[in-house]
């Protein structure tokens, strides 16, 4: 059981626009910043975003992240066929002391 | 540039115990902490802790005490992460992940390539 909420799956096809829930509390989401990292299958997470919706050097402008209260989403547009993979929400959790990640969104790109 | 690299798989007994190193490369390692997540097969991804390369003081989350210990060699800059006792359900990949820290937020902005660790009979 996550301390973050994702839906376990999400898809879309080519060049469409699909975005990722990603629900905490006041003690993680409510009072810290978010990050959202990408699995590509059988490889490593990378970095995706970082303080709720700033992009690292290389990621494409097609991916977004917002937060509102206690809730974060990741907005993909013009969607790709190499966009498939898995995707985490991660935040700090005041109260456990250390960092939270949500259970992950398996997108899929029909 | 920057580059975590990890040790390769391992097949252990249980009972009996790992270490998994994590060599860094292209940065000043004591400038950064190092993370460890692990993933069970087919699961998410869970936070293990971190441990402060600076002083060597490692932090556990929940879950993670007292079979699990995160340890450095600054010389060569690698951490490790070994783990005792092991079990059938410690089975899964082990990465190791720079905490980038800014102010206040932090994340983790490298990652190792991932060690798998099999505990079987």
């Known amino acids: 059981q996550s301390v973050l909420t994702q839906p376990p799956s999400a898809s879309g096809t080519p060049g469409q626009r699909v975005t990722i829930s990603c629900s905490g509390s006041?003690?993680?989401?409510?009072?810290?910043?978010v990050n959202w990292y990408q699995q590509l299958p059988g490889t490593a997470p990378k970095l995706l975003i970082y303080s709720n919706n700033q992009r690292p050097s290389g990621v494409p402008d097609r991916f977004s992240g917002s937060k509102s209260g206690t809730s974060a989403s990741l907005a993909i547009s013009g969607l790709q066929s190499e966009d498939e993979a898995d995707y985490y929400c991660?935040?700090?959790?005041?109260?456990?002391?250390?960092?939270?990640f949500g259970g992950g969104t398996k997108l899929t790109v029909l | 540039q920057v580059q975590l690299v990890q040790s390769g798989s391992e097949l252990k007994k249980p009972g009996a115990s790992v270490k998994v190193s994590c060599k860094a490369s292209?940065?000043?390692?004591?400038?950064?902490?190092m993370n460890w997540v692990r993933q069970a097969p087919g699961q998410g991804l869970e936070w293990m802790g971190w441990i402060n390369t600076n002083t060597g003081n490692p932090t556990y989350a929940q879950g993670f005490t007292g079979r699990f210990v995160f340890s450095l060699d600054t010389s060569v800059s690698t951490a490790y992460l070994q783990i005792s006792s092991l079990k059938a359900e410690d089975t899964a990949v082990y990465y190791c992940a720079r905490d980038l820290v800014v102010g206040e937020e932090n994340y983790f902005d490298y990652w190792g390539q991932g060690t798998l660790v099999t505990v079987s009979s």
């Open positions: 292209g940065y000043t390692f004591t400038s950064y902490a």
């Open positions: 991660a935040a700090w959790d005041d109260s456990l002391n250390g960092q939270v």
């Open positions: 006041s003690s993680n989401i409510g009072s810290n910043t």
